[in-house]
């Protein structure tokens, strides 16, 4: 259940946020459906059946739902699943717990996994007709819209937090924001919309009398967003000198992106002008959030938050899949080009990397991983590919979900088919939070869906074993020899507000100092990107250059240290970001050291990130073998891969679009492989 102020708290993701003290095993529904066997579908809906919760809420100002009063009891769902005592998964809720009251200082539920839990339901019911799965999502619907408040100067915003017998919790214990939680725009704001869009388009034609309830809580909640968030449309803050879009929910295109993907599938299905407008301004404010390419942070992402120009995270990221789907909804294409971007140049960079970490801000700091963040990048690929056409999406498709199955820092299976549990989480040490608490399985599950609707993307994804990852290298500045007055600075907390301090501790560089980093001599060149502190009116400049096996200095380029502009609603002064020097910036094969010189005042270096020009990430597993390669050079490259098993291989070269401009099938255990500069090739054996 992300929100961003969780992760910029600093909480370790990797295990239950708030896990407090259980609450007692509780009764499994029976289940929807019982998955998993060998050669059959991967999504087995027992573990969501088990975290569901059938309540009577008491009678609450402003709070109601479909017909109520026949029907008193809702569908919710628990947080979290822990061990009990007996090793046996027992639901608990949010924050500490009451055994005198029996009450949560956040709650059991919260509005976050009701609604994706709904999606999950509802799409299951699409994809297999499954009656089951049809009951499920109309009970969590009709909780979700209990949730959403109806009057008042908050209608249409949504609690978050109920406690076991359905008590509302609106300021819940830690504090979220908005407090109360219906006060204002939130992320679960954005994903009950996600639901009833998506409830809607489904309902419709099954029940038109419950459809028109959820037209209705929808409209509501479009409503909310107008006079909230919408009617800012058109309007940009200074984030650090770059003009950001001011009416995102949440300041956030992941927050938004949710949103959008419940209104491309009310107007899809239908749905009235408002939500047609509200669409198109959302996915314009989620394009602006686009930038760089192949060489230049943020490698084409389209970044999650507007108030940071230095943050991309994992979890919440399905920014691509939202514009996708709202292009084809509306009808504009034009939405499609930074999606196919993220997709074809930053996705490709991200897997050879090290994958969809929690933080990468700028540097991966957080390279804990959860379904959440593999679920995004997945059903990003998929929309992407399905918006386009272009089959090489769903290849790297293949290679994300292999997460699932053991291509994982810790090399073991994160979803199960036999009992449908994802487990919570792997620290990029390879510690595994063995927990399974409603979002994880909602992500892994909505993953498991998507590919039994793709059963060759499932295929690749079974390849669960990672053979070779050559990707950013990633060298503290205060790892560096220093000289002439260079010093190591150590804030008390490494969060800036915006972004956060590789490894804790910064490098001050005054006029004339240097520091050099002696260096394991690469086999290939490598970009040369410095992490540095931009601060407006700073006149520092930091000149960088390798040393090459022989001991010659070979020139890199420089950066401008001042190359910022105003604050602006940024967090923080400065900017923390990686910078592509202006020089050749590439340092050569067998170079031994890098070394940074400067001039001016003002020089601040936090790390720097050295990316090959050639990186790779090779899969294998069920027989098969697949390594995909992405390039940031500025000219097509030849890398020789060498794949487990046996057979000829299938190469497959796409340009930084994601259109496939060469095929080639080889023999041999060494595969040669061009890759175009910026783009990606796919090789499978």
């Given at each position: 259940m992300k929100r961003r102020t969780l992760m910029l708290g600093?909480?370790?993701?990797?295990?239950?946020?708030?896990?407090?003290?259980?609450?007692?095993?509780?009764?499994?529904?029976?289940?929807?459906?019982?998955?998993?066997?060998?050669?059959?579908?991967?999504?087995?809906?027992?573990?969501?059946?088990?975290?569901?919760?059938?309540?009577?809420?008491?009678?609450?100002?402003?709070?109601?739902?479909?017909?109520?009063?026949?029907?008193?009891?809702?569908?919710?769902?628990?947080?979290?699943?822990?061990?009990?005592?007996?090793?046996?998964?027992?639901?608990?809720?949010?924050?500490?717990?009451?055994?005198?009251?029996?009450?949560?200082?956040?709650?059991?539920?919260?509005?976050?996994?009701?609604?994706?839990?709904?999606?999950?339901?509802?799409?299951?019911?699409?994809?297999?007709?499954?009656?089951?799965?049809?009951?499920?999502?109309?009970?969590?619907?009709?909780?979700?819209?209990?949730?959403?408040?109806?009057?008042?100067?908050?209608?249409?915003?949504?609690?978050l937090w109920a406690q076991p017998d359905g008590t509302l919790n609106p300021s819940a214990e830690p504090v979220e924001l908005p407090d109360p939680s219906d006060s204002g725009p939130s992320y679960w704001l954005a994903r009950t919309v996600w639901a009833l869009g998506e409830g809607y388009a489904a309902w419709r034609a099954a029940d038109a009398g419950f459809a028109g309830f959820l037209r209705e809580r929808l409209d509501l909640a479009v409503g909310a967003l107008e006079r909230q968030v919408l009617s800012r449309y058109g309007t940009f803050q200074t984030v650090d000198g770059e003009r950001t879009p001011a009416w995102l929910i949440a300041d956030g295109a992941d927050a938004t992106a949710e949103a959008v993907l419940g209104l491309a599938a009310y107007v899809r299905s239908g749905g009235p002008a408002a939500a047609r407008r509200a669409l198109r301004r959302f996915a314009e404010g989620i394009a602006a959030l686009a930038g760089g390419d192949a060489r230049h942070w943020p490698f084409g992402a389209v970044r999650p938050w507007a108030l940071s120009r230095s943050m991309w995270h994992g979890w919440g990221s399905q920014m691509p899949a939202a514009l996708a789907a709202a292009g084809r909804a509306l009808g504009d294409r034009r939405l499609l080009d930074p999606a196919v971007a993220d997709s074809a140049t930053f996705t490709p960079w991200l897997l050879t990397s090290g994958g969809p970490d929690n933080g990468r801000i700028p540097t991966p700091v957080d390279r804990s991983q959860i379904a959440y963040g593999v679920d995004s990048r997945l059903q990003s690929l998929l929309a992407v590919a399905d918006a386009t056409g272009r089959e090489g999406f769903d290849q790297l498709a293949g290679v994300v979900a292999a997460w699932y199955f053991g291509a994982n820092a810790a090399g073991v299976p994160a979803y199960d088919p036999a009992t449908g549990r994802t487990i919570d989480g792997i620290s990029g040490d390879g510690n595994v939070n063995r927990n399974s608490g409603a979002e994880s399985t909602i992500h892994g599950l909505l993953s498991m869906l998507a590919l039994d609707a793709r059963p060759q993307v499932a295929a690749a994804a079974r390849q669960g074993r990672i053979v070779e990852r050559v990707g950013t290298r990633v060298v503290e500045a205060e790892q560096g020899i220093r000289d002439g007055g260079a010093a190591v600075v150590t804030p008390a907390s490494s969060w800036t507000g915006e972004s956060s301090i590789s490894g804790g501790s910064l490098v001050r560089m005054p006029a004339g100092s240097t520091v050099r980093w002696e260096l394991p001599p690469s086999a290939q060149p490598e970009l040369v990107l410095p992490v540095v502190d931009l601060t407006p009116g700073a006149s520092a400049v930091t000149r960088?250059?390798?040393?090459?096996?022989?001991?010659?200095?070979?020139?890199?380029?420089?950066?401008?240290?001042?190359?910022?502009?105003?604050?602006?609603?940024?967090?923080?002064?400065?900017?923390?970001?990686?910078?592509?020097?202006?020089?050749?910036?590439?340092?050569?094969?067998?170079?031994?050291?890098?070394?940074?010189?400067?001039?001016?005042?003002?020089?601040?270096?936090?790390?720097?990130?050295l990316e090959p020009l050639l990186s790779r990430l090779v899969v294998a597993g069920d027989g098969h073998a697949t390594a995909v390669l992405r390039s940031a050079a500025r000219t097509p490259r030849t890398a020789t891969v060498t794949l487990p098993g046996a057979g000829r291989a299938v190469v497959e070269a796409y340009d930084s679009a994601g259109v496939r401009r060469s095929r080639a099938v080889v023999s041999g255990a060494a595969v040669p492989a061009v890759v175009l500069p910026g783009g990606f090739t796919v090789v499978r054996r």
């Open positions: 600093g909480l370790a993701l990797t295990t239950p946020l708030f896990a407090g003290s259980p609450a007692g095993a509780a009764p499994a529904a029976g289940p929807t459906t019982a998955s998993g066997s060998a050669g059959g579908p991967l999504t087995n809906l027992a573990h969501l059946d088990f975290l569901r919760q059938a309540v009577a809420p008491p009678a609450q100002d402003g709070h109601t739902t479909y017909r109520l009063a026949e029907s008193p009891e809702v569908g919710m769902l628990w947080t979290y699943a822990e061990p009990g005592p007996d090793g046996d998964l027992r639901r608990v809720g949010g924050g500490a717990y009451d055994a005198a009251t029996d009450t949560w200082g956040q709650g059991a539920y919260n509005a976050d996994d009701v609604s994706r839990a709904a999606v999950v339901y509802l799409r299951h019911w699409a994809q297999t007709g499954a009656t089951g799965s049809r009951d499920a999502s109309r009970e969590l619907l009709r909780g979700l819209t209990y949730l959403q408040t109806t009057t008042g100067p908050h209608a249409g915003n949504v609690v960088w250059a390798g040393v090459a096996g022989d001991g010659r200095e070979l020139p890199l380029g420089q950066v401008r240290h001042g190359r910022a502009g105003a604050q602006g609603t940024s967090p923080a002064p400065g900017v923390l970001l990686p910078v592509t020097p202006s020089g050749p910036g590439e340092l050569p094969a067998g170079a031994t050291a890098l070394v940074a010189t400067a001039a001016g005042d003002g020089a601040v270096v936090d790390a720097v990130m």
